[in-house]
């Protein structure tokens, strides 16, 4: 079974940089589809981006394009979100997936514990 440990969370001023980890427990990983999540304060858990297993085709949800960037180092079994111009509403609970790749949560089949990411303004 696939773990996935998140990190690089924490608080930032609005229009600044952070980049968040997402280790994987096996090289297994690297046959995944890796997405990205968010879930703010008394929202539902969104899409935020999502970077295939095999071409690492990328897609983005349209709040973050242009912004965040998502990467993967099978090497290191880890998938990366690298996010700039951070604007307040970006502060959730960030949390990876690994599954079949898509911006549906249901079609993913592990998930990390998250990690929290506030922007003041």
């Known amino acids: 079974q696939v773990q996935l440990v998140e990190s690089g969370g924490g608080l930032v001023q609005a229009g600044g940089s952070l980049r968040l980890s997402c280790a994987a427990s096996?090289?297994?990983?690297?046959?995944?589809?890796m997405g990205w999540f968010r879930q703010a304060p008394g929202k539902d858990r969104e899409f935020v981006a999502v970077?295939?297993?095999?071409?690492?085709?990328?897609y983005y949800a349209d709040s973050v394009k242009g912004r965040f960037t998502i990467s993967r180092d099978k090497a290191k079994n880890t998938v990366y979100l690298q996010m700039n111009s951070l604007k307040p509403e970006d502060t959730a609970v960030y949390y990876c997936?690994?599954?079949?790749?898509?911006?549906?949560?249901?079609?993913?089949?592990?998930w990390g514990q998250g990690t929290q990411v506030t922007v003041s303004s």
């Open positions: 997936a690994a599954g079949s790749g898509s911006r549906h949560q249901y079609l993913y089949d592990y």
């Open positions: 970077i295939s297993g095999t071409s690492g085709n990328t």
């Open positions: 096996e090289r297994a990983f690297s046959s995944y589809a």
